[in-house]
Nanobody
Framework: QVHLVESGGGLVQAGDSLRLSCAAS????????MGWFRQAPGKEPKFVAA????????YYADSVKGRFTISRDNAKNTVYLQMNKLKPDDTAVYYC??????????????????WGQGTQVTVSS
């Protein structure tokens, strides 16, 4: 089991940037793929981005491609989500998730094991 704690959310205006961080502890972080999901009110969690254990392979939802960047620092047991050119549609609770293998096996919530408590991102127009 991996314990995950997100930070960095907040209220910003459209066009602004935010960087989310996710600190991991417990099971060996560097052996796991990591991902970010987001959940808007009344909706199911949706895949945002993921990367494999080394960070060399990254995956993005079409809605964030070119604006968001996922990265990791295995020495710090931390994964990041840099969000640029934010839009009101990006408003959601963002969750950090740990995969169950070294590679990304899928983009569904069931493909990931541990989840953080979430951090709110609100983008005003």
């Amino acid at each position: 089991q991996v314990h995950l704690v997100e930070s960095g959310g907040g209220l910003v205006q459209a066009g602004d940037s935010l960087r989310l961080s996710c600190a991991a502890s417990g099971r060996t972080f560097s052996n796991l793929a990591m991902g970010w999901f987001r959940q808007a009110p009344g909706k199911e969690p949706k895949f945002v981005a993921a990367l494999n254990w080394s960070g060399r392979s990254t995956y993005y939802a079409d809605s964030v491609k070119g604006r968001f960047t996922i990265s990791r620092d295995n020495a710090k047991n931390t994964v990041y989500l840099q969000m640029n050119k934010l839009k009101p549609d990006d408003t959601a609770v963002y969750y950090c998730t740990a995969g169950q293998r070294v590679y990304v096996s899928g983009h569904e919530p069931s493909d990931f094991g541990s989840w953080g408590q979430g951090t709110q991102v609100t983008v005003s127009s």
